[in-house]
């Protein structure tokens, strides 16, 4: 059987998305269909939109979702209808060179469902990341249902699908930020926000958030900032500095993806510090620096795919961290808004005036 179901696509590069009638099929082998209740507005999905991220429009938008099983297709023992999940958009194989190595958070192979979404036409829909969720229903493989405390509200839960879990990771997992470290966020959107709120729940002592929006900053010390550094006015990197003694910080997370910003990560690191790209670039951008500072500063430069999570081992925690209140994640919730608003986030996300909207369903 085939459903038909309203969701929000981007038909072509640079306009307005819409919502549309999209049809999902019954999930087959290793397939879960899954009935969305909320899904955020992330900054990769107005990438999609602007095409920078790939040419295959139409695409169907959303990706940071939590809903509840469906279907499930033949073979699949780890969810079933009823369940209450995130997704994800890394499933991990177990088998590839990664995961092999016991690293399956860098998974080479990560997976989707196999059938398409299409328009009514029967147009093939590119799914972001893999998930398409500003839909009623998506489909998904079901490596990307990973279940959760049902007792979470799934407009806060669903955010861990991609942009909570990224900040969050880049500090905690990329970074290794911990008790008595002192680190520095550049870009407090909901990715950068998330990575302030992680360092607090990891125990780091001085946290410095840094963004050219004072609203951010001001939100940032609610997050556990415990400085703040307007780089529209201030050099970050001699703000930062000076702020750890003149030395730099432990860890500096770069939560923009810009050749400007990683270069204030990594001159703002204490030497033989660790500088994490979190943020992505889009296509085009080149970063020139001495690579006698790469050497002589030591330490690393990092990526941080998705926060290096493992969704089966981070969801969960952060969920029951969120509902012993110890991290807010129902902070990162600006708004709650309808399918046919997400357009109308985008220019307020561009605007800076939200962390996250999210679309309930
Ligand atoms: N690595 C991953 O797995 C992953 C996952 C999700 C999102 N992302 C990426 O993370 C980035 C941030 O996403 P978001 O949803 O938080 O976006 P956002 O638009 O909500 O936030 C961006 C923030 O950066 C600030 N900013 C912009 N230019 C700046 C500058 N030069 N210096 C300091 N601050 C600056 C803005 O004021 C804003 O607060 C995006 O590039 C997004 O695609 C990465
Ligand atoms: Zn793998
Ligand atoms: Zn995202």
């Given at each position: 059987m085939t459903h038909?179901?309203?969701?929000?696509?981007?038909?072509?590069?640079?306009?307005?998305?819409?919502?549309?009638?999209?049809l999902v099929?019954?999930?087959?082998?290793?397939?879960?269909?899954?009935?969305?209740q909320a899904c955020?507005?992330?900054?990769?999905?107005?990438?999609?939109?602007?095409?920078?991220?790939?040419?295959?429009?139409?695409?169907?938008l959303g990706h940071e979702a939590a809903g509840v099983v469906e279907a499930v297709g033949e073979g699949v023992t780890d969810v079933a209808p009823g369940d209450f999940v995130?997704?994800?958009?890394?499933?991990?194989?177990?088998?590839?060179?990664?995961?092999?190595?016991?690293?399956?958070?860098?998974?080479?192979?990560?997976?989707?469902?196999?059938?398409?979404?299409?328009?009514?036409?029967?147009?093939?829909?590119?799914?972001?990341?893999?998930?398409?969720?500003?839909?009623?229903?998506?489909l998904v493989a079901a490596g990307q249902c990973t279940k959760v405390d049902p007792?979470?509200?799934a407009t806060a839960a669903g955010l861990l699908g991609c942009g909570v879990m990224a900040g969050f990771g880049a500090a905690v997992n990329t970074g290794g930020v911990g008790r008595g470290d002192s680190i520095a966020v550049i870009g407090c959107g909901g990715v950068g926000m998330a990575a302030v709120a992680g360092a607090k729940v990891a125990g780091a002592s001085r946290i410095i958030a840094v963004d050219v929006d004072e609203r951010k900053l001001k939100w940032a010390?609610?997050?556990?900032?415990?400085?703040?550094?307007?780089?529209?006015?201030?050099?970050?990197?001699e703000a930062i500095r000076s702020l750890t003694g003149g030395f730099g910080a432990d860890i500096?997370?770069?939560?923009?993806?810009?050749?400007?910003?990683?270069?204030?990560?990594?001159?703002?690191?204490?030497?033989?510090g660790i500088a994490v790209l979190v943020g992505v670039p889009t296509p085009g951008l080149t970063l020139n620096l001495p690579l006698l500072d790469v050497f002589g500063?030591?330490?690393?430069?990092?990526?941080?795919?998705?926060?290096?999570?493992?969704?089966?081992?981070?969801?969960?925690?952060?969920?029951?961290?969120?509902?012993?209140?110890?991290?807010?994640?129902?902070?990162?919730?600006?708004?709650?808004?309808?399918?046919?608003?997400?357009?109308?986030?985008f220019a307020k996300m561009h605007q800076g005036e939200v962390l996250r909207s999210v679309v309930a369903l």
């Open positions: 038909e179901v309203r969701a929000v696509v981007a038909l072509e590069r640079g306009a307005p998305v819409s919502v549309e009638t999209v099929p019954d999930p087959g082998p290793g397939e879960a269909l899954v009935q969305v955020g507005v992330c900054h990769t999905d107005l990438h999609y939109r602007e095409g920078g991220i790939s040419d295959e429009f139409p695409f169907l995130v997704l994800n958009w890394r499933a991990v194989c177990g088998t590839c060179r990664a995961c092999r190595k016991g690293e399956p958070w860098y998974c080479f192979a990560t997976h989707n469902a196999t059938q398409p979404m299409t328009l009514v036409d029967g147009t093939p829909l590119s799914a972001a990341l893999g998930i398409g969720a500003f839909a009623e229903r998506t007792t979470a509200p010390e609610q997050f556990g900032a415990t400085d703040t550094v307007d780089s529209s006015r201030t050099d970050a990197v500096v997370v770069d939560a923009v993806g810009r050749p400007e910003t990683f270069k204030q990560a990594f001159y703002a690191r204490d030497l033989a500063r030591g330490g690393a430069l990092k990526s941080s795919w998705y926060g290096d999570c493992l969704p089966s081992r981070d969801f969960p925690a952060l969920i029951d961290l969120y509902l012993q209140g110890r991290f807010d994640l129902g902070g990162f919730v600006s708004e709650v808004i309808a399918l046919d608003e997400v357009e109308e986030a």
